[in-house]
């Protein structure tokens, strides 16, 4: 008996020039995943590391990954969220949940150093294609395979090249590559918070990349968008972009295979810090780094540090790295009663966290508590000395100032700042 004809897509995803794998979109709505049996060949010492899983689990590369509409998580998380996922499928004119189409639009503007290339009809290597029994493949040409913006995240950001003091949206034409979050519809002084919020960070030892505050008229190429009265976009000079080209990264929902949904839940911020710690190529500085980053979004009230706020990064292509601390903001005045965005030690609470949950943390990571303490410690002291004068000079609104007081009052009095 003949097979049923079924119509299929093939996308290449590339790292570093290194063809990784294939992912085959069928007409029925199955996306397959299949590493490239040359990579998955190559000596340990010299293959890229495409996601940590592969060096957790030895087996990760020989397993394709089989989802119905949505990709693999792997690949999902490289995606925009919220609105901007939203006018995408708009343009492609396909619901929301294409993400195999999604992906061949945005694939050359991928977070990190991934690209998805579009594979003509006919070209897709047949182990890509040997998952799918039931049917006969029969090759087309993939339908969306323009290029745009992509980066994950609900406000509205958009990748900018900054050349002659203008940012240039959705262009790659310099190194000199930026991040722009315009001033949202519905909160006030989003970018000014952000901005604030960062250099405060930055004063108590959290390392973080360039910020900027740009006036709207600086950006060249927006879309048509409705913005608020505000004065400023916020700018962060991007980690994953540099002289020598892109760099490798993957968020910690990538790192656990979780989609996007599921980034504020699931996992505790002890099994964050413990694959950290197991996997970090220094593993002692990253989590003592992560310690001073959760102290620190708990002494600014930020809500919002869930799995896709925590990234590695993978400079020399293989070895992983905490990338620089992003997206901070104190939600508080945004979100009523708002809290950690994933439980520490048992608790979502900021007022009810003392030193001794760090404690914990610190043991359930199974990381030297000896070696955080003094890095709390230091946070604190830095804190109390320089940030309420910080504070009066930095641009956030004054009510958002007087809220931050108050919850730095609220606080234990461990981490008390006033």
Avoid at 175 to 190: A, Q
Avoid at 265 to 287: A, F, P
Avoid at 366 to 374: E, F, N, Q
Wanted: glycine residues 6%; neutral net charge; proline residues 6%.
């Amino acid at each position: 008996m003949s097979k049923q004809i079924e119509q299929v897509e093939g996308i290449s995803i590339q790292l570093h020039g290194i063809d990784v794998a294939v992912i085959a979109h069928y007409a029925g709505g199955k996306n397959i995943l299949t590493f490239n049996p040359d990579f998955v060949a190559m000596p340990t010492e010299t293959r890229p590391v495409f996601t940590l899983r592969q060096l957790l689990d030895s087996s990760y590369l020989n397993k394709p990954q089989i989802r119905t509409e949505k990709i693999p998580p792997v690949l999902s998380n490289l995606l925009p969220e919220g609105i901007l996922r939203d006018l995408t499928a708009k343009a492609l004119q396909c619901h929301v949940n294409n993400e195999f189409s999604i992906l061949a639009y945005l694939g050359s503007n991928l977070p990190g150093a991934l690209l998805a290339k579009p594979i003509k009809a006919g070209d897709v290597p047949t182990w890509a294609l040997e998952q799918r029994l039931s049917t006969e493949p029969q090759q087309i040409n993939v339908k969306h395979a323009d290029t745009k913006f992509s980066l994950a995240g609900v406000q509205m950001k958009f990748s900018s090249s900054h050349v002659d003091g203008r940012y240039h949206i959705d262009q790659e034409i310099s190194e000199d590559m930026w991040i722009i979050k315009t001033p949202s519809t519905v909160h006030k002084g989003v970018p000014v918070n952000e901005y604030t919020c960062m250099k405060l960070a930055e004063a108590v030892g959290a390392e973080v990349p360039e910020v900027r505050l740009i006036e709207l008229d600086e950006l060249k190429g927006l879309p048509s968008i409705r913005l608020p009265d505000e004065q400023y976009a916020y700018g962060i000079k991007r980690f994953d972009r540099s002289d020598n080209g892109r760099i490798h990264t993957e968020d910690f929902a990538q790192v656990f295979g979780l989609y996007p949904s599921d980034k504020y839940q699931k996992i505790n911020y002890e099994q964050l810090g413990s694959v950290l710690y197991q996997s970090s190529s220094e593993r002692l500085k990253d989590i003592q780094q992560m310690a001073r980053r959760l102290l620190i979004n708990i002494l600014l009230g930020n809500g919002d540090a869930h799995l896709k706020n925590w990234t590695l990064i993978y400079s020399d292509t293989y070895s992983p790295r905490l990338s620089p601390l992003y997206d901070v903001v104190f939600t508080v005045p945004y979100i009523d009663h708002d809290n950690l965005a994933l439980k520490m030690t048992g608790t979502k609470k900021w007022f009810d966290i003392t030193m001794k949950h760090f404690e914990t943390w610190s043991e359930k990571a199974g990381s030297p508590w000896v070696a955080i303490k003094p890095h709390l410690l230091d946070v604190m002291d830095k804190a109390r000395n320089q940030w309420p004068n910080l504070l009066q000079e930095l641009p956030m609104l004054e009510d958002h100032k007087s809220a931050l007081k108050l919850h730095w009052k609220r606080l234990d009095r461990d981490f008390k700042v006033l």
